[in-house]
């Protein structure tokens, strides 16, 4: 479904991404860990348009999507979310997320009613009226997800959805997350909870100065000296024992 090339992206004489190659199949759940800075987010950049690379392709099912703009990106079935939760605080939770339905459809009726079934499969029908700014951080972030659901993605990118969360809200996002992969949506997801995201992904790719370093399973991340030396550190080694 996504294959990158060799992606390079650069700030100047700062190389955030250098030549990642990756490859995401139709029903993947990939998880992308590494230290902060490590472009991880950079790269979601990239994949959606956000940022055109300086060197390197983006292909999505076989077609060249590399510095197309996140819109036409979006309406071709991959979208992402955002760290940084910024939703229309003025308008309601359902209004939010009829914008995102829109990006599909064009009757707003019709935008309406895909709407409303997002909300209620993100938990979200209790504050459909609210208005987005009143809502906790644990909502907004559920109100994020949504937003993207409502594009009808084939490919989502989550970035950091859990962050910030307790632990009842964190059980929740994963139960969600987990909720949509099994109906068939494919997902990419950036996290640094690692218990979670162990759980979660099928595969796992890891970043550190831009570059990969590794990529499997759970297991084998978790015993690779590389990841640990670079990120997941020797506390975490000790408490997977």
């Known amino acids: 479904m996504l294959t990158l090339e060799r992606v390079t992206k650069r700030f100047g004489g700062l190389t955030a991404v250098r030549e990642v190659s990756l490859e995401v199949r139709a029903g993947d759940l990939l998880g992308i860990i590494g230290p902060n800075g490590a472009g991880k987010t950079t790269l979601f950049n990239v994949i959606a348009g956000y940022y055109r690379p300086e060197e390197g392709r983006v292909l999505f099912d076989g077609r060249d999507v590399t510095g197309l703009p996140p819109h036409a990106i979006c309406r071709q079935g991959l979208t ?17 997320v009829t914008i995102g339905s829109l990006t599909k459809v064009t009757r707003l009726r019709t935008a309406r009613v895909d709407a409303e079934r997002v909300v209620e499969t993100c938990g979200l029908a209790p504050y459909a009226r609210a208005r987005a700014r009143a809502l906790p951080i644990g909502l907004r972030k559920r109100l994020e997800v949504a937003r993207a659901l ?92």
């Open 80 to 96: 992402r979310t955002f760290q940084i939760v910024k939703p229309f605080g003025n308008l309601s939770v359902l209004d939010n």
């Open 150 to 241: 409502a594009t009808r993605p084939r490919l989502l990118l989550l970035d950091e959805v859990m962050a910030g969360l307790n632990p009842s809200e964190l059980a929740g996002m994963v139960e969600l997350i987990r909720r949509l992969h099994g109906e068939g949506l494919t997902l990419i997801v950036i996290e640094h909870i690692m218990a979670a995201m162990m759980r979660l992904a099928r595969r796992i790719v890891v970043l550190h100065h831009g570059e990969r370093i590794a990529e499997g399973t759970p297991a084998q991340i978790a015993s690779d000296r590389r990841v640990i030396d670079a990120y997941l550190g020797e506390e975490f080694v000790l408490a997977e024992a």
